[in-house]
């Protein structure tokens, strides 16, 4: 599975972002789908996921509650990010994360956001 990233850039505190996450190769394989973020001397974090077989289910990181959207595309095996209200401490490398049916993860390369104050 091949995870290729894109919508990161900079952009002003109360600003929007959207991300998207195109998967390729075995996508069939796919239980389930999120967004990782790593800051600057900080640990990777999940900021979002989302189930990618039958019904949606999806999960936030508290911090992003409320102002984060994910959703999914099953026909074009994609995945989405919807960042609204950004605040400086959204800035970071976010990565998309994909899990399979046997429990193996694949990243993505990851994208910058930069949110100015």
């Known amino acids: 599975v091949q995870l290729v990233e894109s919508g990161g850039g900079l952009v002003q505190a109360g600003g929007s972002l959207r991300l998207s996450c195109a998967a390729s190769?075995?996508?069939?394989?796919?239980?389930?789908m999120g967004w990782y973020r790593q800051a600057p001397g900080k640990q990777r974090e999940l900021v979002a996921a989302i189930t990618m077989v039958g019904e949606d289910s999806t999960s936030y990181a508290r911090s992003v509650k409320g102002r984060f959207t994910i959703s999914r595309d099953n026909a074009k095996n994609s995945m989405y990010l919807q960042m609204n209200s950004l605040k400086p401490e959204d800035t970071a490398v976010y990565y998309c994360n994909a899990l399979s049916s046997t429990l193996a993860h694949y990243w993505g390369q990851g994208t910058q956001v930069t949110v100015s104050s």
């Open positions: 190769g075995t996508t069939f394989s796919l239980n389930v």
